[in-house]
């Protein structure tokens, strides 16, 4: 399968511990995409990537969040001091450059906050 | 902020009959997807519209573009059971500063009973 994969799956962690996510994105695709998404709401966009540049984040990401792509391919997402309202699916998702590129997603971290 | 406007957030019908979703902006979008998430795992995409006026049909689903680029609606005819999930829409931009980046509509939770 070449499609997008994120790990783990999923994940559940006290409240003040810190998180760290990953995903590796359709090999020949260089925008990668975070985003966040709460139970019955659609995803909220947090951040974007075009190769190993972080061009866009959105106000959602806090100081606690930090996210990388170090070599242009996969990218981790880190939560540092963990909070009960960080609890959501993380979902990932990549697409080629170039004008209206549909986003293609992966399944997700679920992460739960003790 | 662009905001996609999506109803209904709820929709409970019996296998065959039809539906209609609705996604509606104030602004304007270079394109539009709509994408179908079931639970546990992301969502998967459907189609791309981006011509004003554009009608896209995907076996029973019919998807179609508003001429401002404004709104979307999916139609589905003889609903089945198979159809049950929550269906998003989700406008983008291609230029500018927002790189693609998706909004998301609330989604609509679609049961269809046998």
């Known amino acids: 399968d070449t499609g997008v994969s994120q790990n783990p799956r999923h994940k559940i962690t006290k409240r003040g511990q810190n998180v760290t996510f990953r995903c590796d994105p359709i090999?020949?695709?260089?925008?990668l995409y975070w985003y966040r998404q709460t139970l019955g709401q659609g995803p909220e966009f947090l951040t974007y990537f075009q190769n190993e540049a972080q061009l866009e984040k959105s106000r959602l990401l806090s100081d606690r969040f930090s996210a990388e792509r170090p070599k242009g391919s996969f990218s981790t997402l880190e939560i540092q001091r963990t909070e009960q309202g960080d609890s959501a699916m993380y979902l990932c998702?990549?697409?080629?450059?170039?004008?209206?590129?549909?986003?293609?997603f992966g399944d997700g971290t679920r992460l739960s906050i003790l | 902020t662009q905001l996609l406007e999506q109803s209904p957030q709820f929709l409970s019908i019996q296998e065959g009959e039809n539906l209609t979703v609705y996604c509606n902006s104030s602004s304007v979008f270079s394109s539009l997807q709509w994408y179908r998430q079931e639970p546990g795992e992301g969502p998967v995409l459907l189609v791309t519209?981006?011509?004003?006026?554009e009608v896209k049909k995907l076996k029973r689903l019919t998807f179609q573009f508003g001429d401002a680029r404004k709104d979307s609606s999916l139609h589905i005819t003889a609903a089945q059971p198979g159809d049950t999930g929550l269906y998003l829409c989700?406008?983008?931009?291609?230029?500018?500063?927002?790189?693609?980046?998706?909004?998301f509509g609330q989604g609509t939770i679609l049961t269809v009973h046998p």
């Open positions: 519209v981006v011509t004003g006026g």
């Open positions: 090999s020949e695709h260089n925008r």
């Open positions: 998702a990549s697409s080629p450059q170039g004008g209206d590129q549909p986003q293609h």
């Open positions: 989700a406008g983008s931009h291609a230029g500018g500063t927002s790189y693609g980046k998706l909004t």
